[in-house]
């Protein structure tokens, strides 16, 4: 890459911007390891009691369910959003279906529209459907809520595949189906990639939707159970403890964008390098 | 074998692009589909193909109807423009894709695949990515792919467009070579004319969705049909005089011009016609006197080449080998070859 301005000025100018965060989460990471004495500012000691909790459900409550439920959540929300974003861009973006201007536009509404301002619909179609209160129902409505965004970056993704790629494998003797399966979604693996890693840290951090849907089940998201440990009404309330937990949450999507943040901001660039 | 197209009609959104054609492609033969641009070569090239369906039309592969079959049943081998390679997939991979489509067995699609790449020579490059090849061997490896079924027509849509220069002259014979020794029925389309001459056994020149002539280079060059056909043909191109019939000669009054019309006698006095004159035919030498000036000269290094200004505005082109070099703005007493130049009514239909 060739430079054609001085970098430094602009990292300095964020590094001062973006100080005051990153004292916070110091702190913040700080604090969960050791204990500070009332009125002072530096801790004095180090512990693990505040992770505690990780082995010893007397505490907050078992952890472990929470997580495996947010777990399974987020997963299963990604599985249902790539899959039909992968099939459903294919189809908006290169078979000529009835009413595709009509779905395109639909789905750029969707897109625009604050999921809050649909609940009132989402709670009677899952009441009719009797999946309100259930760990299924909230992922079903997370899910589609998610997939006009999906279906769209999909689309772009597979506008970008040249046209002769696909006519080249029909004419070598492949049905569509192969051609889409061996030949085009190779090419738009970087933005499934991008997409999964989005739908599941969005899956992960859902709070709103469980609590709204499913108020009286019986399961509970990792979202639920910090919010039932921040509480400072409750008798096991203690900060510490609080921070902990919120970082033992963050920790998996912190791990997922150190890990692919190249991949995600492939959705960005649209682009089928990869 | 034999491909042949019969009352072949194609409409795109109400705007009719080929109208009753009739084409046969003769077993083992090269064909080149030649024509300037937006004339229906392409959609042809992909009716064939079954990317495009007839309006109505027949199309016959030997003696079995292929209009109704998708392209997946055709068993044609195409060459697209920019090679259509799959990027994801080396050179080998891409090769044998049509045939474990096929589900041939392992070894087979192994033998197969370094069979064809032997053939175009890309023996040591079948570990390859299509992004690490250079454009002359991503065209071979699109060339063996297309080639690997043994299809029963070879379809090449401009395949040397995109390559520089001196690669579309190695390109040129290669892919000649490559179809003789398979002696497989091609179709090439082109809008260059020196590609369709080289390559090809006959050329079929399409204007505006309709074929006006089809024949061998040769035969095309010497014997063209319209004044479209010879004014395809070759470079420099020829040039025309526009004139009337006068006692049995194409006559031009303003500069007292008279070329006898020879065999075309009995025209009416008063015909408008046009003259054709291919630049090897005007020159120092041959039997009717023309006057003018040099308006355009380039040297081409072996040849050069002249634009000759005549008295009343009109230009005849003309190459001379290097040595006498004539000088811009020179005036020149050169002569028309009257038994070489061709006669044209009005309307651009050969006498
Ligand atoms: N899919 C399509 N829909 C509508 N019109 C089309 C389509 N494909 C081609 N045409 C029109 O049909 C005509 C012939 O197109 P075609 O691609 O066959 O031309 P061509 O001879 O291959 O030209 P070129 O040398 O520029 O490639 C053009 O006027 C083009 O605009
Ligand atoms: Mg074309």
Same mark, same amino acid.
């Given at each position: 890459?060739?430079?054609?301005?001085?970098?430094?000025?602009?990292?300095?100018?964020?590094?001062?911007?973006?100080?005051?965060?990153?004292?916070?989460?110091?702190?913040?990471?700080?604090?969960?390891?050791?204990?500070?004495?009332?009125?002072?500012?530096?801790?004095?000691?180090?512990?693990?009691?505040?992770?505690?909790?990780?082995?010893?459900?007397?505490?907050?409550?078992?952890?472990?369910?929470?997580?495996?439920?947010?777990?399974?959540?987020?997963?299963?929300?990604?599985?249902?959003?790539?899959?039909?974003?992968?099939?459903?861009?294919?189809?908006?973006?290169?078979?000529?279906?009835?009413?595709?201007?009509?779905?395109?536009?639909?789905?750029?509404?969707?897109?625009?529209?604050?999921?809050?301002?649909?609940?009132?619909?989402?709670?009677?179609?899952?009441?009719?459907?009797?999946?309100?209160?259930?760990?299924?129902?909230?992922?079903?409505?997370?899910?589609?809520?998610?997939?006009?965004?999906?279906?769209?970056?999909?689309?772009?993704?597979?506008?970008?595949?040249?046209?002769?790629?696909?006519?080249?494998?029909?004419?070598?003797?492949?049905?569509?189906?192969?051609?889409?399966?061996?030949?085009?979604?190779?090419?738009?693996?970087?933005?499934?990639?991008?997409?999964?890693?989005?739908?599941?840290?969005?899956?992960?951090?859902?709070?709103?939707?469980?609590?709204?849907?499913?108020?009286?089940?019986?399961?509970?998201?990792?979202?639920?159970?910090?919010?039932?440990?921040?509480?400072?009404?409750?008798?096991?309330?203690?900060?510490?403890?609080?921070?902990?937990?919120?970082?033992?949450?963050?920790?998996?999507?912190?791990?997922?964008?150190?890990?692919?943040?190249?991949?995600?901001?492939?959705?960005?660039?649209?682009?089928?390098?990869? | 074998?034999?491909?042949?197209?019969?009352?072949?009609?194609?409409?795109?959104?109400?705007?009719?692009?080929?109208?009753?054609?009739?084409?046969?492609?003769?077993?083992?033969?090269?064909?080149?589909?030649?024509?300037?641009?937006?004339?229906?070569?392409?959609?042809?090239?992909?009716?064939?193909?079954?990317?495009?369906?007839?309006? #109505?039309? !027949? @199309?016959?592969? %030997?003696?079995?109807? /292929?209009?109704?079959?998708?392209? =997946?049943?055709?068993?044609?081998?195409?060459?697209?423009?920019?090679?259509?390679?799959?990027?994801?997939?080396?050179?080998?991979?891409?090769?044998?894709?049509?045939?474990?489509?096929?589900?041939?067995?392992?070894?087979?699609?192994?033998?197969?695949?370094?069979?064809?790449?032997?053939?175009?020579?890309?023996?040591?490059?079948?570990?390859?990515?299509?992004?690490?090849?250079?454009?002359?061997?991503?065209?071979?490896?699109?060339?063996?792919?297309?080639?690997?079924?043994?299809?029963?027509?070879?379809?090449?849509?401009?395949?040397?467009?995109?390559?520089?220069?001196?690669?579309?002259?190695?390109?040129?014979?290669?892919?000649? #070579?490559? !179809? @003789?020794?398979? %002696?497989?029925?091609? /179709?090439?389309?082109?809008?260059? =004319?020196?590609?369709?001459?080289?390559?090809?056994?006959?050329?079929?020149?399409?204007?505006?969705?309709?074929?006006?002539?089809?024949?061998?280079?040769?035969?095309?060059?010497?014997?063209?049909?319209?004044?479209?056909?010879?004014?395809?043909?070759?470079?420099?191109?020829?040039?025309?005089?526009?004139?009337?019939?006068?006692?049995?000669?194409?006559?031009?009054?303003?500069?007292?011009?008279?070329?006898?019309?020879?065999?075309?006698?009995?025209?009416?006095?008063?015909?408008?016609?046009?003259?054709?004159?291919?630049?090897?035919?005007?020159?120092?030498?041959?039997?009717?006197?023309?006057?003018?000036?040099?308006?355009?000269?380039?040297? !081409?290094?072996?040849?050069?080449?002249?634009? /000759?200004?005549?008295?009343?505005?009109?230009?005849?082109?003309?190459?001379?080998?290097?040595?006498?070099?004539?000088?811009?703005?020179?005036?020149?007493?050169?002569?028309?070859?009257?038994?070489?130049?061709?006669?044209?009514?009005?309307?651009?239909?050969?006498?």
């Amino acid at each position: 890459m060739t430079r054609n301005f001085a970098a430094w000025p602009i990292i300095l100018l964020l590094t001062v911007l973006s100080l005051p965060l990153f004292v916070m989460y110091l702190f913040l990471l700080v604090d969960t390891f050791s204990n500070t004495a009332p009125g002072s500012l530096l801790p004095n000691e180090f512990t693990l009691e505040h992770w505690r909790f990780l082995i010893d459900p007397t505490i907050t409550g078992d952890v472990w369910k929470p997580t495996l439920t947010t777990f399974l959540f987020a997963s299963s929300m990604m599985v249902i959003v790539v899959s039909v974003s992968a099939t459903a861009g294919y189809a908006l973006s290169r078979l000529a279906l009835p009413f595709r201007r009509f779905v395109l536009s639909g789905i750029m509404v969707m897109h625009a529209f604050p999921s809050v301002t649909l609940i009132i619909g989402v709670f009677l179609v899952l009441q009719f459907a009797g999946l309100y209160n259930s760990l299924t129902g909230v992922i079903l409505v997370k899910a589609s809520l998610m997939l006009p965004f999906g279906i769209w970056i999909m689309k772009g993704f597979y506008d970008a595949v040249p046209w002769e790629i696909e006519m080249a494998g029909v004419q070598d003797g492949a049905s569509r189906f192969t051609v889409w399966r061996r030949i085009i979604l190779p090419q738009v693996k970087p933005g499934l990639l991008s997409l999964a890693l989005f739908a599941f840290i969005d899956g992960w951090s859902e709070y709103m939707l469980p609590r709204i849907l499913a108020p009286s089940s019986d399961f509970e998201v990792l979202s639920m159970y910090l919010n039932t440990v921040s509480d400072p009404n409750s008798s096991t309330y203690n900060f510490n403890i609080f921070k902990s937990v919120g970082l033992f949450y963050t920790l998996p999507v912190l791990a997922l964008f150190v890990l692919f943040q190249n991949r995600l901001m492939n959705i960005f660039g649209g682009g089928t390098k990869g | 074998m034999q491909i042949s197209i019969n009352n072949f009609t194609k409409t795109f959104d109400g705007t009719p692009v080929i109208d009753d054609m009739n084409l046969t492609i003769r077993d083992g033969e090269m064909l080149a589909l030649l024509g300037p641009s937006g004339c229906g070569k392409s959609t042809t090239l992909f009716t064939i193909s079954g990317i495009h369906r007839m309006d #109505r039309g !027949q @199309l016959m592969f %030997g003696d079995r109807d /292929v209009s109704g079959l998708p392209s =997946q049943k055709r068993n044609v081998g195409v060459v697209f423009q920019n090679y259509a390679l799959y990027p994801h997939m080396n050179v080998f991979e891409n090769i044998a894709f049509p045939l474990t489509v096929r589900k041939d067995n392992k070894a087979d699609i192994d033998r197969e695949v370094r069979a064809i790449a032997a053939l175009t020579h890309i023996s040591e490059l079948l570990e390859r990515r299509p992004g690490q090849l250079s454009g002359g061997q991503q065209q071979r490896v699109a060339l063996a792919r297309a080639l690997v079924r043994k299809p029963d027509v070879l379809l090449l849509d401009e395949p040397l467009a995109n390559l520089d220069a001196k690669l579309r002259l190695e390109m040129r014979s290669e892919i000649r #070579r490559i !179809q @003789l020794e398979t %002696g497989i029925t091609a /179709v090439l389309v082109t809008h260059d =004319q020196v590609e369709a001459m080289s390559m090809c056994d006959r050329i079929a020149i399409m204007k505006k969705g309709e074929i006006v002539q089809i024949d061998t280079p040769a035969d095309m060059y010497s014997n063209p049909r319209t004044s479209f056909v010879a004014g395809f043909l070759g470079n420099p191109p020829i040039s025309f005089l526009s004139g009337i019939a006068m006692e049995n000669s194409f006559s031009v009054a303003p500069i007292k011009l008279r070329v006898p019309l020879g065999v075309h006698e009995g025209i009416a006095d008063g015909t408008q016609l046009k003259l054709g004159v291919r630049p090897e035919h005007f020159g120092p030498e041959g039997d009717i006197a023309v006057e003018g000036k040099i308006a355009f000269a380039e040297t !081409q290094g072996r040849e050069n080449l002249y634009d /000759v200004a005549l008295a009343d505005g009109s230009v005849l082109r003309s190459i001379q080998p290097a040595g006498r070099n004539w000088a811009l703005g020179e005036p020149v007493r050169w002569f028309i070859d009257s038994k070489s130049a061709f006669v044209f009514s009005n309307d651009g239909q050969r006498l």
